[in-house]
């Protein structure tokens, strides 16, 4: 089974308009961190932002904002404001503990993100 | 600081060939991982190195090898290549390997595409 899932595989927005790129993961650790990347078509992966299991907050950074649900297993990444250089790949990954990954991260399959002028 | 520093960036193989890539992790990070990544498999986990012994190894076959100096600089060596093997080898370190804070989270560099002809 997809421990995570992205279902989204492209996105379109217009530039300046916020937008909504969708995680769902699946573990049954209770301690647990959720990351996200972009990686523009240079090829490098970009930390965005992460949210650990046990912060109450949403996790913010900048522009970027992480919509977290527990209860639902979602950890959304929210991009406010979107600028013409955030066109690139968007992956969502989770890091476990032994008992679910042995620390080792798990990617989605990524969404393609076009932002429109 | 400097960040991850993979090369050589580009390479261009035939089957039946090997290949070595290298990566120097950022200063002080001491666990270096490997991906491959592909249009069809996505992201896939290639093997972890922390003070210079493999922590773990995802599911890929035993041409896939690597290895870690004492100044955590990390190789990866892939024998008998084959056609499949064209991808994105992606290398990131961390702080530590154990973990699923904030703290752990993935430098990545810029990734050695390799192609395989």
């Known amino acids: 089974a997809q421990k995570i899932t992205q279902t989204q595989p492209g996105m379109f927005v217009q530039e300046k308009e916020a937008v909504t790129l969708d995680c769902t993961y699946d573990t049954s650790d209770q301690s647990y961190g959720l990351f996200w990347y972009k990686q523009p078509s240079s090829g490098e992966m970009i930390f965005l932002i992460y949210q650990g299991s046990y912060d109450e907050q949403n996790a913010t950074e900048g522009r970027y904002s992480l919509n977290f649900q527990k209860a639902r297993k979602s950890a959304n990444l929210v991009i406010s404001a979107s600028q013409l250089g955030d066109s690139a790949m968007y992956f969502c990954a989770m890091r476990e503990g032994p008992s679910g990954g042995s620390y080792i991260p798990t990617f989605g399959r990524g969404t393609s993100l076009i932002v429109h002028p | 600081k400097a960040g991850v520093t993979q090369t050589p960036r580009y390479l261009i193989k035939t089957r039946g060939q090997q290949v070595t890539l290298s990566c120097s992790p950022i200063?002080?990070?001491?666990?270096v991982s490997w991906y491959q990544q592909t249009p069809g498999q996505g992201l896939q986990f290639l093997f972890e190195y922390f003070s210079e012994t493999q922590r773990n190894k995802g599911n890929f076959p035993g041409r896939f090898s690597g290895r870690q100096f004492s100044n955590s600089r990390s190789e990866m060596n892939v024998s008998t290549l084959e056609l499949g093997d064209s991808a994105l080898y992606l290398c990131?370190?961390?702080?530590?390997?154990?973990?699923?804070?904030?703290?752990?989270?993935?430098?990545f560099g810029a990734g050695s595409r390799l192609t395989v002809l």
């Open positions: 990131a370190s961390s702080l530590v390997r154990t973990g699923v804070s904030g703290a752990n989270v993935l430098t």
């Open positions: 200063s002080g990070h001491r666990s």
